[in-house]
């Protein structure tokens, strides 16, 4: 079956990095895009990255571009999120998210389960 198992969050420093993993198991990760999505609590769910199949086409969101970056390496089924220079508003549960397309399309079928991202002194 279809599987996405993020890993790699935890308490960070403000200024500190971290970089999220997205295992994809259960399909070819090759001919998928694939979403980085957070959410803090109260607030509502953010698109944070988006990366096509190939990799060439990435998608960042305002509050993250110049510190988060995407990468994916699909011969070990893998997507990454690269988080440097990390504030206190990136705290949330960061989640990974399948698109249907092999582009950013936004339309999502399958989601993970999630990794607690807290940055705090």
């Known amino acids: 079956q279809v599987q996405l198992v993020e890993s790699g969050g935890g308490l960070v420093q403000p200024g500190g990095s971290l970089r999220l993993s997205c295992a994809a198991s259960?399909?070819?990760?090759?001919?998928?895009?694939i979403g980085w999505f957070r959410q803090a609590p109260g607030k509502e769910r953010e698109g944070v990255s988006c990366?096509?199949?190939?990799?060439?086409?990435?998608y960042l969101a305002d509050s993250v571009k110049g510190r988060f970056t995407i990468s994916r390496d699909n011969a070990k089924n893998t997507v990454y999120l690269q988080m440097n220079s990390l504030k206190s508003e990136d705290t949330a549960l960061y989640y990974c998210?399948?698109?249907?397309?092999?582009?950013?399309?936004?339309?999502?079928?399958?989601w993970g389960q999630g990794t607690q991202v807290t940055v705090s002194s």
């Open positions: 998210a399948r698109d249907r397309r092999g582009w950013c399309s936004g339309a999502y079928d399958y």
């Open positions: 259960g399909f070819t990760l090759d001919y998928y895009a």
């Open positions: 990366v096509s199949s190939s990799g060439i086409s990435i």
